[in-house]
């Protein structure tokens, strides 16, 4: 594995071949959340994982928004030098994956696999959660309590460590912003700008974002997307089940 942080960047790059698959992680998570997925699918494609800003060991952006975020990673594919990617977001990550296919006007973006994703539109989530969620992140009590909210069955010790550990890392700013505004800003009306095929894997099952949310303000607003219906997993996909998401993922791949 090589793990290269820069001024800009934090991110892991894995394996060889085409299209390059590049990944988006959760909300609370990081570049490493991937780490069990990638390690399948480097086997056949160059994999890179990227931190976004305010996550992992990557620096926040000044004033954080899906826009700014979309011209950070329009950034981060001309400083690495990608073309044929194949963009893959998880959750909030998928929700940032809509918004540079909407902006992105070159021939880099092939393709766009959204994964448990927050929808375009906005995320359902009660009051009181919200309100748990902005007390204090790092607590480790809090990062328990979410990871375990968010799955249907306990995950191995190594990824539950994990998926602690990215919560607990996250920038205050940013983990404000995306709880009080990016979660909520609709780019719906964005969604006709995009070009490239769109698929969705999701479960039925997901804890965070309700199966109904995925059918009527995801799908239905993305003509021509494929859903892949997962069941039994929860919302963390790619710590819960990277075998099922990768068999998934390598299904969907159209390029």
Known sequence: MLTRSTANLSYTSQG???????????????AVSWRWVVEIL????????????????????EEPSLRHYSAFLREAFVELGLENVV????SMGAKIALQVAADLDSDILEQVILVAPS???????PKDERDRMLTDHHS???????????TQKPLPESRQTLAIRTHTQADDHTWRWWLLEGMNHSIADRLDQITVPVSVIASSDDP??????????????LPGAELTQLSGIGHLIPLEAPEQLVQSIRNTISV
């Open 42 to 61: 480097k086997a056949d494609f160059r994999c890179i994982a990227l931190d976004l800003p305010g996550f992992g060991d990557a620096a926040p952006l």
């Open 87 to 90: 963009l893959i977001g998880h």
């Open 208 to 221: 965070v974002i309700p199966w109904d949310t995925i059918q009527n303000d995801v799908v239905a607003l």
């Open 16 to 30: 060889s071949g085409r299209p390059t698959l590049v990944f988006l992680h959760y909300f609370s998570g990081a």
């Open 119 to 125: 929808p375009p539109t906005q995320e359902p989530m």
């Open 140 to 150: 480790l009590d809090v990062a328990i309590t979410t990871v375990s909210g968010a």
